[in-house]
């Protein structure tokens, strides 16, 4: 499919759009440059290169309206098919002189598998318009009158649409006045010394107008041919024609609409299929037909496979940034506004959820600055360890006396590597399923933020939801709309933190989360104060991961390069699959041009998606079709991307009040084919360690299994009782066990820590 891609793309010499569906024949949407293509099977190269130069050049030349205005005035189809391929297929050899070769190998195999029904057949009892089909289609011996070679010239010399239409309605009224004499008379010249070879010839001369890089993949292609080859075809098919009057059908194909026409498919689309003598509305029932044509209909059908896969394509759109992100500054305004009108009403819930913050706060502070201490000692440790002691060529003085016993007199200097500066973007899932975990997450945040500060790492945290355009942005679009993009309108970014906010900024948005995730998690509404809901653009809605990932794409490398940032770790907090992300495409309906979406994600279709980032040329192909399958190859575009970067998800798999995370959780994210033991004893080490770690799941670098966050307790108490005397030892390990749990119980923080340090 890649080959035949390539050859359509040379053929309309553009980077056209194209796409091989289940369909009976190929398709040119002009207005959006897509071209779909059947899907083939059981051919050999020559075929299979034919058939698409022949699809190709219907889809290229033959314009909607010129079938229109066939079925208008009742012309016969078969007429126009014969000479509208006639053509075509010219317009195409003279493109590319190269695929004369094709045309003519292909077009025997065909012959010899009697695709035209001829096998056994006398060509002679044909009619004109079957035998004129043969002749171009490269049959051999097929005889001509004197009378009849008029006509054939006159085939080989249409220059338009409708020239095409005229001719055919020419030859049909000659060959229906003719009909019943023709074979006769045929037989009787063929008697008298007509052989048969007095033929036309339908081929141009070869170009040598391709240009380098089209004559290499033409090459590549099979589809280049050397001079001998270009000669000995010549020899079998003589020209009379001219490149100027093919040059002169190009000029006048573009002023009758070829190309230019809105969408044109393959003439023979929902025709008859079957040998008939009528015409194509009906109306001419004891008139001539192609009974060749339609042969060829009916063969096509045979090579069409209806089980195979669509080939479909999806370009990553551009977004508009300034209308993707909400800005810290709107999120904090709408926020403060809401709660600070609410709170006149009933203060009880306000001023409670802000203690809650300030005493999470202060006791995380020995925590985090105790891991601060930590994480400086591990990177000077991993620093030292990559160190690299030489010899500088200069005496050590001090130890020079040993000279006598000791070689080694020379001063040395130890280099240590220089580290990277790392940064942090991350986006967190703002969904209707993370109620339940959604305060323990915010704690678990909290506290990497305040890490980050600390130590100086440079972070932006964005929370993807598609509720926010829903109620509050609904008439803006964050896309330009072009056929075969993906549809990501519906995605918000709602800015939550940075490193550039001022600490009370910081301290009013903490709080504002903190009271749209405690509207989920209070229970006793007397002591705690009545939890009024956020707005309702700020309320949790859908998943749309994978449209949170394109947004990653134009994010993570802007973030990277105003930062002076060397590695940065793109981080994804999720709970679950992300929504399908459609291709938008446009169609024609009574002469309107309407918009839609197209699946490119569907677990009951059967399609090869490719995934194409048409600013940097990068493609991932997938050949499943489920919205986890997508998520990764949309990763792997990010990751092709941004260069120096860690993907990473922390994936919370934990259920119910307690968190717990079962079996069938970690089977989702390690994939099904795990053995259920595997699994069992990976529920065991997050009950002991709060995450396991699993490398290269769910299409990211490294995903982090963790349990419910809605009730993991941040804090630890001494484990001592009441009235016992303890020793020094015991008291250090009771100590020591307390300190543990409290870097344990920090999952998001530990394991960040352990990437960057």
């Known amino acids: 499919m890649r080959d035949l891609s390539t050859l359509a793309k040379l053929l309309a010499e553009e980077d056209i759009h194209v796409v091989h569906r289940n369909q009976q024949t190929a398709m040119f949407d002009v207005k959006n440059r897509e071209l779909s293509l059947p899907i083939w099977k059981d051919m050999s190269k ?34 126009v098919n014969v000479l509208e391929d006639v053509r075509i297929e010219k317009l195409v050899q003279k493109k590319y002189p190269g695929s004369v070769r094709v045309f003519n190998k292909g077009y025997k195999e065909l012959i010899a598998q009697n695709f035209f029904n001829t096998v056994g057949k006398d060509i002679v009892k044909y009619n004109l318009i079957d035998r004129i089909n043969l002749h171009f ?36 009224e000659y060959v229906s006045e003719n009909e019943e004499s023709q074979g006769e008379n045929q037989e009787q010249e063929n008697a008298s010394g007509n052989d048969g070879n007095n033929q036309v010839d339908t081929v141009p001369s070869p170009s040598a107008g391709q240009d380098k890089e089209t004559s290499e993949v033409m090459k590549e292609l099979g589809l280049e041919e050397s001079e001998e080859s270009e000669k000995s075809d010549d020899e079998s098919s003589s020209s009379d024609s001219s490149d100027d009057s093919v040059e002169e059908s190009e000029k006048d194909e573009t002023k009758n609409g070829g190309s230019d026409t809105e969408k044109t498919d393959d003439s023979k689309e929902e025709e008859k299929t079957e040998k008939s003598t009528s015409g194509s509305e009906g109306d001419k029932s004891d008139g001539p037909v192609a009974s060749t044509d339609y042969a060829w209909n009916e063969s096509s059908k045979k090579l069409l496979d209806d089980n ?8 990553i759109p551009e977004m508009d940034l300034k209308k993707t992100i909400v800005p810290i500054s709107k999120v904090l ?23 809650e913050l300030e005493k999470s706060k ?82 678990q945040l909290y506290n990497l933020i305040w890490f980050c500060k600390k130590v100086n790492i440079p972070f932006d945290v964005y929370a993807f939801t598609d509720l926010y355009k829903r109620y509050a942005d609904r008439d803006t679009k964050i896309q330009e709309f072009r056929s075969g993009e993906l549809d990501v309108n519906d995605l918000r970014l709602l800015h939550f933190f940075s490193d550039k906010m001022k600490n009370n900024q910081e301290f009013n948005m903490m709080h504002n989360l903190y009271m749209i995730a405690s509207q989920w998690s209070y229970r006793d509404w007397r002591t705690d104060g009545y939890p009024y809901k956020c707005p309702t653009h700020y309320n949790l809605g859908g998943t749309p991961l994978n449209s949170a990932i394109i947004s990653a794409m134009q994010i993570v490398p802007e973030f990277k390069n105003s930062r002076g940032i060397q590695k940065v770790h793109t981080v994804f907090l999720t709970d679950g699959s992300s929504n399908d992300v459609r291709k938008f495409v446009m169609f024609k309906r009574d002469e309107k041009w309407i918009e839609g979406n197209e699946g490119v994600s569907n677990c009951y279709g059967k399609t090869i998606t ?67 033991r595997e699994s069992a004893e990976m529920v065991k080490k997050i009950r002991k360690e709060n995450v396991a770690i699993i490398p290269k ?23 001592l009782e009441d009235g016992v005397t303890y020793n020094k030892g015991q008291l250090k390990r009771a100590f020591a066990k307390m300190s543990n749990a409290k870097i344990v119980n920090r999952p998001l923080l530990n394991n960040f820590i352990k990437m960057v340090a």
């Open 137 to 172: 289609k490269h049959h051999i011996d097929v005889p001509f009158s004197d009378a009849e070679k008029v006509w054939v010239q006159k085939a080989n010399q249409t220059k338009t649409p409708q020239d095409v239409i005229d001719l055919a309605k020419e030859l049909y």
């Open 333 to 355: 305004e709408d926020l403060n506004d809401w709660y600070k009108e609410k709170s006149k009403y009933e203060n009880q819930y306000f001023n409670k959820t802000k203690e």
């Open 46 to 79: 020559n075929i299979q290169d034919l058939m698409t130069l022949h699809e190709v050049g219907h889809a290229l030349w033959t314009p909607l309206e010129m079938m229109e205005q066939v079925k208008e005035e009742k012309i016969e189809f078969s007429f």
């Open 610 to 676: 490719t995934y194409i980032d048409k600013k940097n040329g990068n493609k991932v192909v997938s050949d499943k079709n489920s919205r986890q399958d997508q998520t990764e190859a949309l990763l792997e575009l990010l990751r092709q991307k941004v260069s120096d970067m860690s993907l990473v998800n922390f994936f919370i798999a934990g259920s119910g009040r307690k968190g717990n995370v079962s079996e069938d959780n970690v089977r989702y994210v390690m994939g099904y084919n795990t053995g259920w």
């Open 362 to 443: 202060n006791d995380s502070k020995k925590t985090v600055a105790y891991m601060v201490k930590e994480f400086e000692m591990k990177k000077s440790a991993d620093a030292y360890a990559r160190a690299t002691t030489s010899k500088t060529g200069m005496l050590d003085m001090g130890q020079l006396h040993t000279y006598k016993f000791n070689d080694d007199i020379f001063a040395k200097v130890t280099t240590l590597p220089g580290a990277k500066n790392h940064g942090l973007v991350m986006f967190l899932d703002w969904s209707g399923s993370m109620a339940g975990n959604l305060k323990g997450t915010l704690n």
């Open 308 to 315: 195979g896969k669509d080939y479909k394509t999806a370009f």
């Open 697 to 719: 799941a769910l299409g990211f670098d490294t995903t982090y299994l963790l349990p419910g966050l809605g009730n993991l307790d941040m804090d630890s108490e001494l484990d």
